[in-house]
C-alpha cells in the first residue's frame, strides 16, 4: 500500500492538511505548494496509452511504477485531475510491474471524469494515490461467475487472472445497453473459460440484464455456480444479491460509495453491511452482497447532485471550479 510510502504518505497528507485547511490558508495568503510539490513529488502521472473503449469510457495506461508494484486484485487509486479539483476513486484494471504501469478505466460522468478522459498520450495526471482498500479474498471456490456491468467490467477483470490461477473455472457475464457499451471482452476471453456478453436492447450477445443471464447460469444444475463477483451500477449489484441470495451463493460487490481522502479518516464512504457502519476504502471495497444496505448506498451516491451538476456546469462554461487564484501560490 502507498501508507508504507513514506515520502508518499508525507505528500498525500500535507496536500489533504492544506485542502482540509484552504479557506484559512487563503486569509493567511496561501501556503506555497509549489515547493512542497517539487520537493515531495513521487513523480506526475503521464500517460503511455489512450483509447476510448466505449461511448464516453476511456482505457488509459498511466506510469505509476510504486502502484504497479504493489498492484492487488480489488485495489483501487485516488486521482486528482487538477489542483483545485476532487479526489476521484478509480479501480486499477490492470498493472505491469515490469513497465511500471497501472490502467485505468474511466467512465465521464462529471467534471472530474471529464477533464482526466479529455487528457491523452504524453499528457500527465496531476496525482495518483494508491494501491488504496483491501485485495479480493481469492480463494479456490470451484465455478466462480464475475458479473461486471457497464464501466464496472474494468473492476472485474483484475479478479478473473487472479482466480484462474488459484485453480477456479472463472465464467464472466458482462452487460451493457447496447453492443458499443460491452466493455474488455477480449481481455476477459483471454483469461476466463466463458465470457457472455449481454446487452439490454439485444444488439449483441444475451438479449437482456447481466442478473438474466446469471440466472441461467445458476439453473444450470450440472454446472454448478459456487461463488460470484460483481461490479457495476449499484441497482444490478442489488439484483446480483437477490439472485444468488435464495441458494446462499457466496457473493461478493465491489462498492462505490463516493470517497474523499480514501484513508479512513474522513468518513464520506461510509456504507452500511449486515447493519454495521463499515468504511468501504479501508474495510472493502469488497463486501458480502447479501449484508449490504444498497438503498442506503444508492441515496449517498445521490447527496450531491446539485453540487456535481454546478461543477459540471462551470466545466462545460470553460472555467475551472475555482476560478480566482491570485495570491495563493499553489502548484499548478
Ligand atoms: P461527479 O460530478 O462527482 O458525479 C457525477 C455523477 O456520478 C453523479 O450522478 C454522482 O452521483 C455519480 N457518482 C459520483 N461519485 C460516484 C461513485 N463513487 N460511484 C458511482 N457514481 C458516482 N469509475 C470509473 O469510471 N472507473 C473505475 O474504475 C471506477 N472505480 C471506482 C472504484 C471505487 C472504489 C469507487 C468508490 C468508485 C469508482 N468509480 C469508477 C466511480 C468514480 O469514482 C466516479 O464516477 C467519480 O468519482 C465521479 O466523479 P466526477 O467528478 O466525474 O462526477
Ligand atoms: P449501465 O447503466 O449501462 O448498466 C450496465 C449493465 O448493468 C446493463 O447493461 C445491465 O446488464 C446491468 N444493469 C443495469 N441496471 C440493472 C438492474 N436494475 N438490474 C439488473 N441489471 C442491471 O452502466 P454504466 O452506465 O456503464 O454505469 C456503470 C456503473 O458502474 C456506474 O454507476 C458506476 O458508478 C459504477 N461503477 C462501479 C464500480 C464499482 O466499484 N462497483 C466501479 C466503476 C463504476
Ligand atoms: Fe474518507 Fe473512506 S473516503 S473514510
Keep these: 500500500m502507498f501508507l508504507n510510502d513514506p515520502e508518499a504518505v508525507k505528500v498525500f497528507f500535507l496536500r489533504s492538511a492544506y485542502e482540509a485547511h484552504r479557506p484559512l490558508n487563503r486569509l493567511a495568503g496561501g501556503v506555497n505548494l509549489r515547493f512542497l510539490s517539487q520537493k515531495g513529488r513521487v513523480g506526475m502521472p503521464r500517460i503511455r496509452e489512450a483509447r476510448w473503449l466505449a461511448p464516453g469510457v476511456r ?6 511504477p510504486r502502484v504497479a508494484a504493489k498492484h492487488k486484485p480489488g485495489h ?3 486521482v486528482r485531475a487538477t489542483s483545485d479539483g476532487e479526489r476521484v476513486p478509480l479501480t486499477i484494471a490492470d498493472s505491469d510491474r515490469a513497465a511500471g504501469t497501472i490502467t485505468l478505466v474511466i467512465q465521464q460522468v462529471g467534471a472530474t471524469t471529464r477533464t482526466l478522459c479529455a ?3 504524453g499528457q500527465e495526471i496531476l496525482d495518483v494515490s494508491g494501491p488504496l482498500g483491501k485485495e479480493t479474498e481469492i480463494e479456490k471456490y470451484g465455478h466462480v461467475v464475475l458479473v461486471g456491468g457497464g464501466v464496472g467490467t474494468a473492476v472485474i477483470h483484475p479478479q478473473a487472472g487472479a482466480l484462474k490461477k488459484m485453480g477456479n473455472r472463472v465464467s464472466a457475464v458482462i452487460g451493457g445497453r447496447s453492443k458499443d457499451y460491452v466493455i474488455m471482452e477480449e481481455e476477459l476471453t483471454r483469461l476466463c ?5 449481454c446487452t439490454d436492447d439485444g444488439s449483441y450477445g444475451y438479449h437482456g440484464f447481466v442478473t438474466g443471464k446469471l440466472q441461467d447460469l445458476i439453473d444450470d444444475v450440472a454446472d454448478p455456480v459456487h461463488a460470484v463477483i460483481t461490479a457495476g451500477p449499484v441497482p444490478m449489484m442489488k439484483a446480483v444479491a437477490e439472485v444468488t441470495r435464495p441458494r446462499s451463493i457466496h457473493t461478493v460487490a465491489s462498492l462505490n460509495p463516493i470517497m474523499v481522502d480514501g484513508t479512513g479518516m474522513c468518513g464520506g464512504c461510509r456504507v452500511m453491511v449486515g447493519g454495521k457502519m463499515r468504511f468501504a476504502c479501508v474495510d472493502g471495497p469488497e463486501f458480502d452482497a447479501h449484508q449490504v444496505d444498497f438503498d442506503e448506498l444508492r441515496d449517498r451516491l445521490t447527496a450531491y447532485r446539485e453540487q456535481e451538476k454546478a461543477a459540471l456546469e462551470r ?9 480566482c487564484r491570485i495570491g495563493l501560490g499553489v502548484a499548478g
Design 76 to 78: 483501487f487509486v485516488i
Design 119 to 121: 487528457l491523452d498520450v
Design 59 to 64: 482505457w488509459f495506461v498511466v506510469e505509476a
Design 193 to 197: 473459460d466463458a465470457v457472455y456478453p
Design 315 to 323: 466545466l462545460r462554461a470553460g472555467e475551472s471550479s475555482h476560478p
